[in-house]
């Protein structure tokens, strides 16, 4: 007796981010002043909304071309090896790429010192899009069950489009000591440790940064954009 299982992109879409990375990637759409490593002017940054709201013509355009349709095939490729067990098809991405890590409690410097590993790498960093180098992306966090939502499910799809963008970002770059480094500040990598370890290989390397409370409580401060005149922050973002 045969089972047969049929998921389709309706059951798991594709992530508006990974649509919004293929368009710049397949259409060769520079980034320009990419804003999270500005840790100076203490702005709240949320491009997540125009991302979303141009998925839909976005997804038309990538899946317009070769490239485009490839990179979202591969995609749910990896997905279906992290979801059977399937070692050796990750093993080649543990093989050719060195991920590097940086973990911390927000407003910890981990920003800094993640733009700081890519220049020393030769990168621009205002160059380095979002979903590359910073947080949010793998989507990994505390369990949820609730229609339409499984969290274990949402971390697995999101690194399988994560190791995608890393093989078509960095997939042609210069290896340092016989690997390809992949920086990444990977705060949501606290809620899922041994997963990421397993995934990205032994030779992972995780960097905790470590900052003064006071003067992180200050950063936290002026991050929500100071007091507000009835003593009460409104919620913006995941920094309050």
């Given at each position: 007796?045969g089972?047969?299982?049929?998921?389709?992109?309706?059951?798991?879409?594709?992530?508006?981010?990974?649509?919004?990375?293929?368009l710049?990637?397949?259409?060769?759409?520079?980034?320009?002043?990419?804003?999270?490593?500005?840790?100076?002017?203490?702005?709240?940054?949320?491009?997540q909304?125009?991302?979303?709201?141009?998925?839909?013509?976005?997804?038309?355009?990538?899946?317009?071309?070769?490239?485009?349709?490839?990179?979202?095939?591969r995609?749910?490729?990896?997905?279906?090896?992290?979801?059977?067990?399937?070692?050796?098809?990750?093993?080649?991405?543990?093989?050719?790429?060195?991920?590097?890590?940086?973990?911390?409690?927000p407003?910890?410097?981990?920003?800094?010192?993640?733009?700081?590993?890519?220049?020393?790498?030769?990168?621009?960093?205002?160059?380095?899009?979002?979903?590359?180098?910073?947080?949010?992306f793998?989507?990994?966090?505390?369990?949820?069950?609730?229609?339409?939502?499984?969290?274990?499910?949402?971390?697995?799809?999101?690194?399988?489009?994560?190791?995608?963008?890393?093989?078509?970002?960095?997939?042609?770059?210069?290896?340092?000591?016989?690997?390809?480094?992949?920086?990444?500040?990977?705060?949501?990598?606290?809620?899922?440790?041994?997963?990421?370890?397993?995934?990205?290989?032994?030779?992972?390397e995780?960097?905790?940064?470590?900052?003064?409370?006071v003067?992180?409580?200050?950063?936290?401060?002026?991050?929500?954009?100071?007091?507000?005149?009835?003593?009460?922050?409104?919620?913006?973002?995941?920094?309050?």
């Amino acid at each position: 007796m045969g089972v047969e299982l049929k998921l389709t992109d309706n059951e798991l879409p594709v992530s508006p981010v990974f649509i919004d990375f293929l368009l710049h990637a397949v259409e060769d759409i520079p980034y320009e002043d990419a804003p999270w490593g500005d840790q100076l002017s203490e702005v709240m940054v949320n491009d997540q909304r125009r991302i979303v709201e141009q998925a839909a013509e976005n997804a038309r355009r990538v899946l317009a071309t070769r490239d485009g349709q490839k990179a979202i095939a591969r995609s749910y490729e990896l997905l279906m090896a992290l979801m059977t067990g399937n070692v050796e098809a990750i093993k080649d991405i543990q093989l050719k790429f060195h991920f590097i890590n940086i973990i911390g409690v927000p407003r910890n410097g981990g920003s800094y010192l993640t733009k700081e590993v890519y220049r020393a790498l030769g990168y621009d960093p205002a160059r380095v899009p979002n979903v590359i180098a910073h947080d949010g992306f793998p989507d990994a966090g505390p369990f949820r069950f609730e229609k339409g939502v499984n969290s274990y499910m949402t971390a697995l799809h999101t690194l399988a489009e994560y190791l995608t963008m890393v093989e078509v970002y960095f997939g042609r770059n210069k290896p340092h000591s016989g690997k390809i480094p992949v920086p990444k500040k990977l705060l949501k990598g606290t809620y899922a440790g041994g997963f990421f370890h397993r995934i990205l290989g032994d030779a992972v390397e995780n960097i905790f940064t470590v900052r003064h409370p006071v003067t992180s409580c200050i950063s936290t401060y002026e991050k929500s954009g100071g007091l507000p005149p009835d003593e009460r922050f409104a919620v913006r973002g995941n920094i309050e």
